[in-house]
């Protein structure tokens, strides 16, 4: 089961086998006005993680064994942070002046993601474009940061919360969060959805069977100071479990305050839109 939000129109039947009979450009309105909000929804998300604060709901903060362990892979995190923060820059300097060269309709802001094929200007898609490149840089920036956050070790879980079209009619609605038909990088163990539940709902306690290997790799985290002892000879399993960390449901329950009227809105604007280049074309 994908995790994540289904986002649809809902309502009277009467009202749907009206919306049924909307022309097409009064249905590309209503679709795009309620991608907006998927996209806005996502954008929340997102941020609710790297604020270590989803709905303002501070996530359980790491155990001081993780701690260390990330710690011990930071080699070379240094350099990492300064080819990190120097990506940042560099693609927050050509927005600026994508911004600057020309004044674009921006009503969704980051919102109007590339692979939603909605239609917008040139000049949008390259301000959308510049956006994706600015989030992929704030992963690598949060990779080379993140040692103490949780959820943002290595930016994977946030590149798989994705907006998700269901169908070809725009009021099929979408799909916010991160979908059945994610993978993760090669190299990069796991299935992104069982992932994501894991950490949205926690996990149930499981029992992992100590090993003659796993036993010399505690023994060498014992040298290097991350554990406080080594494994006793008796000691043959180890209990471990997840904690719940819900960066998901606080952030659909802010985002739901005042839907109908930000809904409405966007609507609306993309009505006038709608009539304004109508009366341009009869002119």
Same mark, same amino acid.
């Given at each position: 089961?994908?995790?994540?939000?289904?986002?649809?129109?809902?309502?009277?039947?009467?009202?749907?086998?009206?919306?049924?009979?909307? @022309?097409?450009?009064?249905?590309?309105?209503?679709?795009?006005?309620?991608?907006?909000?998927?996209?806005?929804?996502?954008?929340?998300?997102?941020? %609710?993680?790297?604020?270590?604060?989803?709905?303002?709901?501070?996530?359980?903060?790491? @155990?001081?064994?993780?701690?260390?362990? $990330?710690?011990?892979?930071?080699? %070379?995190?240094?350099?990492?942070?300064?080819?990190?923060?120097?990506?940042?820059?560099?693609?927050? &300097? /050509? =927005?600026?002046?994508?911004?600057?060269? $020309?004044?674009?309709?921006?009503?969704?802001?980051?919102?109007?993601?590339?692979?939603? &094929?909605?239609?917008?200007?040139?000049?949008?898609?390259?301000?959308?474009?510049?956006?994706?490149?600015?989030?992929?840089?704030? &992963?690598?920036?949060?990779?080379?940061?993140?040692?103490?956050?949780?959820?943002? &070790? @290595?930016?994977?879980?946030?590149?798989?919360?994705?907006?998700?079209?269901?169908?070809?009619?725009?009021?099929?609605?979408?799909?916010?969060?991160?979908? =059945?038909?994610?993978?993760?990088?090669?190299?990069?163990?796991?299935?992104?959805?069982?992932?994501?539940?894991?950490?949205?709902?926690?996990? /149930?306690?499981?029992?992992?069977?100590?090993?003659?290997?796993?036993?010399?790799?505690?023994?060498?985290?014992?040298?290097?100071?991350?554990?406080?002892?080594?494994?006793?000879?008796?000691?043959?399993?180890?209990?471990?479990?997840?904690?719940? =960390?819900?960066?998901? $449901?606080?952030?659909? @329950?802010?985002?739901?305050?005042?839907?109908?009227?930000?809904?409405?809105?966007?609507?609306?604007?993309?009505?006038?839109?709608?009539?304004?280049?109508?009366?341009?074309? %009869?002119?």
């Amino acid at each position: 089961m994908p995790v994540g939000l289904q986002i649809t129109v809902t309502g009277d039947q009467a009202v749907i086998k009206t919306l049924g009979t909307l @022309s097409k450009n009064m249905r590309l309105a209503l679709g795009r006005a309620i991608l907006v909000e998927a996209h806005d929804l996502r954008a929340l998300i997102v941020k %609710g993680i790297r604020d270590q604060a989803p709905g303002g709901m501070k996530f359980k903060p790491l @155990s001081e064994m993780t701690k260390k362990l $990330r710690m011990m892979q930071r080699k %070379g995190s240094a350099k990492k942070l300064g080819s990190a923060t120097k990506s940042m820059r560099t693609e927050m &300097n /050509k =927005r600026m002046k994508a911004l600057k060269s $020309r004044k674009v309709n921006l009503i969704a802001g980051t919102a109007l993601g590339v692979r939603s &094929n909605v239609r917008i200007s040139a000049a949008e898609k390259k301000l959308v474009k510049s956006d994706a490149r600015i989030e992929r840089a704030e &992963n690598k920036l949060d990779a080379a940061t993140s040692g103490m956050k949780a959820l943002i &070790n @290595s930016g994977s879980l946030i590149g798989s919360i994705n907006v998700t079209k269901i169908g070809k009619d725009p009021l099929d609605g979408v799909f916010v969060g991160v979908h =059945r038909s994610a993978r993760r990088k090669k190299g990069q163990g796991g299935d992104p959805v069982s992932i994501a539940a894991v950490h949205e709902f926690g996990s /149930k306690a499981y029992t992992v069977t100590v090993t003659k290997k796993m036993r010399g790799w505690w023994f060498a985290m014992y040298k290097a100071g991350v554990f406080s002892a080594p494994l006793k000879k008796t000691t043959t399993s180890i209990t471990r479990k997840t904690p719940a =960390r819900p960066y998901i $449901r606080p952030s659909v @329950s802010v985002w739901k305050e005042k839907l109908e009227e930000r809904l409405g809105r966007r609507i609306q604007m993309e009505i006038d839109k709608i009539i304004a280049a109508s009366g341009a074309k %009869g002119t």
